[in-house]
């Protein structure tokens, strides 16, 4: 009787934790909803991924995911508000809950996935460190940078895999140290160091703000994956979702060959059955993440494929005309790929 009375007292109290559970689970989508809009946090400025424009317009590859899940959530990518964060600002931000979610070319590690109460959602750009010198240098390897100083921007993985890279190699190099990647810039533009590390996709940002950006070159050598994208809170499934697959969509709709040009024709006239589950017309995939059905279209009309935003931030149609190289569809040279919407 005794273990039977335990056994009763145990069961309301099981229940009431998962319902606790469930309450705590739905608590970002509600909040976001119930401010009206999303809060972002990103790059204080990086060209292509996020800076703000003449206009103080933010734009960029981890702004126009921001705008992305935005109109998942509420059919209009403007109901986003961006928070300008530095390296060491990031993950603070986004654990004390300023932010809802972090999009702010931030690499993907097991120490930021596994300790720090956070959660990667999805790659959104495959990238490596890499090295930008003068050209007058001559620099042909990185066994040239013996005895070299390397401007460096604090609170990233950069400064580990210096650490990894070089001294087991009997390279003797020097760092410099500097908070925010325009301070890294201009550190190396003034001659307060030899070399400037970061992901090649930064180094081709900050590139464009050198005085004479055409008397650099980035070497082709890289000592690291990089794998960035957007972070959020442990315990919130239902967020880790909306944000994981709000991404996805973008990456399937570029597979299926819809986008913001076609989607409507596509929608009313489905070509096959998985755009008809894209776009909302097969199935109740946004009921699933407690969106609407058109969670997908929204996102495709008004923001665009992975690949119009690829290219319209940091690819052919501007001004960093980075090549797709890995981050192109896993069916067209790159390792791009989203699971399906079935």
Known sequence: MLYKNKFMVAVPAALLLGGLATTSQAATLDDVKEQGSLTCGVNVGLAGFSAPDSDGKWQGLDVETCRGIAAAIFGDPEKVEFTPLTAKERFTALQSGEIDVLSRNTTWTATRDNSLGLNFTATTFYDGQGFMVSKDLGIESLEDLNGASICIQSGTTHELNLADYFPSRDIDINTVTFD???????????????????????????????????????????????????????????????????????????????????????????????????????????????????????????????????????????????????????????????????
């Open 180 to 342: 925010t990647p325009d301070q890294t810039a201009q550190g190396f533009a003034h001659g307060r160091c030899d070399v400037l590390t970061s992901d090649t996709s930064q180094l081709s940002a900050l590139r464009l703000q050198l005085p004479e950006p055409d008397s650099v070159e980035i070497l082709e050598t890289l000592i690291s994956k990089e794998p960035l994208g957007p972070v959020v809170r442990q315990g919130d499934d239902q967020w880790l979702d909306i944000v994981q697959w709000s991404i996805f969509a973008m990456i399937n709709a570029e597979e299926m060959g819809v986008n913001s040009d076609n989607v409507d024709e596509m929608r009313d006239n489905p070509p096959n059955p998985g755009v008809a589950r894209l776009l909302g017309q097969d199935g109740n995939y946004g009921e699933q993440l407690g969106l609407s059905n058109d969670w997908a279209y929204n996102i495709i009309k008004e923001v665009g494929n992975y690949g119009e935003v690829f290219s319209s931030t940091v690819g052919e149609d501007s001004p960093l005309k980075i090549q797709r190289g890995m981050n192109a569809l896993w069916n067209e040279g790159g390792i791009l790929y989203a699971p399906p919407i079935r």
